[in-house]
Structures are given as C-alpha cells and as structure tokens.
Nanobody, 118 residues
Framework: QVQLVESGGGSVPAGGSLRLSCAAS????????MGWFRQAPGKEREFVAN???????SYANSVKGRFTISRDNAKTAVYLQMNNLKPEDTAVYYC????????????WGQGTQVTVSA
C-alpha cells in the first residue's frame, strides 16, 4: 500500500511564497515521475507541474516562471516551491506518483490547502 503525504500548505498574502513537500512510503520505486495538481472551489482538478525520473520538469503555463518542482530520490519525495503567489493560486494541492511504464499517475495524496489573499 503506497501512501503519499503532503505538507507545507497555508495562508499567505499575494506576492508571498510557500514550499510544498510530499513524501511517499509503503513501496520502493526505481524510476518514477512525480507531480502536483490543484483543485480550486467549484473548479476541476488541473495539472500544475511534473518532474521525470531524469529530473526534467514541466509546468502549466499559469505557473511557469513562478513555481519550481524538484525531487529527492533517496526520500521518494517531491517539492513545489511557489513564489509570487496570486489569489488565483488558491486551491487544494495534491501530490501524485506514477511509476515509469504506466500511462498516468497511479498514487495520490490527500491534499494540502493553499490560500492566497489579495
């Protein structure tokens, strides 16, 4: 049983920063991708960022240049540094993991709330 736990959410004013963390446990992985998604009230869940086992990242256009995703393979962890936060970034942020060879993310965390005030 794989478990992903997010942390680092909170409330900040516009222009502030937060660093989200996510650690996976319950299974050993060799090659895998990890990513972040978010869901705002009344909205569909959307892609935020992804990082491959090689370390290459990808970002949604809405966060490109402001957010940075990174990973720690020794800890099976992924991080999301969020700078210059905007009220539109307010959402529940979810961590996800997908082993290499699968078509999509197979494991998901419970989510952590990020609130950005105007």
């Amino acid at each position: 049983q794989v478990q992903l736990v997010e942390s680092g959410g909170g409330s900040v004013p516009a222009g502030g920063s937060l660093r989200l963390s996510c650690a996976a446990s319950g299974r050993t992985f060799s090659n895998y991708r990890m990513g972040w998604f978010r869901q705002a009230p009344g909205k569909e869940r959307e892609f935020v960022a992804n990082i491959w086992s090689s370390g290459n990242p990808s970002y949604a256009n809405s966060v490109k240049g402001r957010f940075t995703i990174s990973r720690d393979n020794a800890k099976t962890a992924v991080y999301l540094q969020m700078n210059n936060l905007k009220p539109e970034d307010t959402a529940v942020y979810y961590c996800a993991l997908g082993p290499t060879g699968t078509t999509w993310f197979d494991y998901w965390g419970q989510g952590t709330q990020v609130t950005v005030s105007a």
